[in-house]
């Protein structure tokens, strides 16, 4: 949605873009992640918006200063989109693959779930499949993330005699500590760095703000009961483990992913350049989680609204001159 509103601005032809989505709600923002408070403040989100895309009109009544559910940030998007679905082709479905053809120079995209039975081809194809929360396989009773960060449901799950163990500190992690020590349980988190907690007030790149900085500060000061393990110290992850009622994976995301094939030969790997989003040899573009950027200190990931539409303008140009 955000490439879209970048498209316009760019002047390029609506009527010769296909989106297709299975919903067209907002994505996990607006299902999976509904509850969950944003790290950035509100001003910023509309500054990056209208910044970068200054045509736009925004009516908020909301305190800029209030950092809102992502929820807030999935209806403001979508509301900005909305009078560009009437422009567009809206096909509904997921992409299960997409194939190449080197001699026709096109595209064909294969859908599931789809009310549509016709061929989409397309020159140009912008992929920005999403991701799902990481996990590993350790044979304990898993919460998804999306449960554990919603207090409502998680307590579906737990009850205050159950023993959880967490892996990851950082935002999420964090947020999850707090949900589920406020329902009684006894929680153990992991973490796999040198120490459980980075704040950004320290100048960490990426380091936690917000509600998470303040939950982290509670842990560290004794406040909030958790029992803090590194994962260098095998002995305890596993006695952990073996006393745990339910595990809790927050240690990021890994990529949704699409069936690439060139002239039906399935391509193993399709790197991309992170500094672009274009896969390499191909006239196609990944943006969003399934394709983040890397920061401009070359090792960590930009992701969130203001970093996907400063990386994503940059693009614009080039893949509306390859005659999207």
Known sequence: MITLLLLQESGADLSKITMIDPFYDGGDLARKWTNVISNTPWSKTIHALKEYCPSISINTTIDPNSNTPLIEIAHLIRKLVEPLFKKIRLVQGIVSSVNYSTELGEWQINLVDSNTEESIRAKQIIMSPGGEPKRM???IPSIPLENALDSTRLKMYV?????VLLFGTMHSGTLVIKNLVSLGCSVTAIYNSEKPFYW???GSYDGIKGEAATIADTIVDGSLPVSLISTKDTEKVIR?????SWVVYAMGFQPRTVKIYVNDAERASTPYDTSTGKLNDL???GFG?????????????????YPFLEHIKKQISTIVSDNI
């Open 137 to 139: 396989n350790l044979g």
């Open 159 to 163: 009850t205050p005699e159950d023993k």
């Open 200 to 202: 950004d007030k320290e």
């Open 240 to 244: 952990a483990s073996r006393e745990a």
């Open 283 to 285: 006239p196609a573009w």
């Open 289 to 305: 989680t399934a394709y983040p950027n890397r920061a401009p200190d070359g090792i960590h990931w930009d992701v969130g609204v």
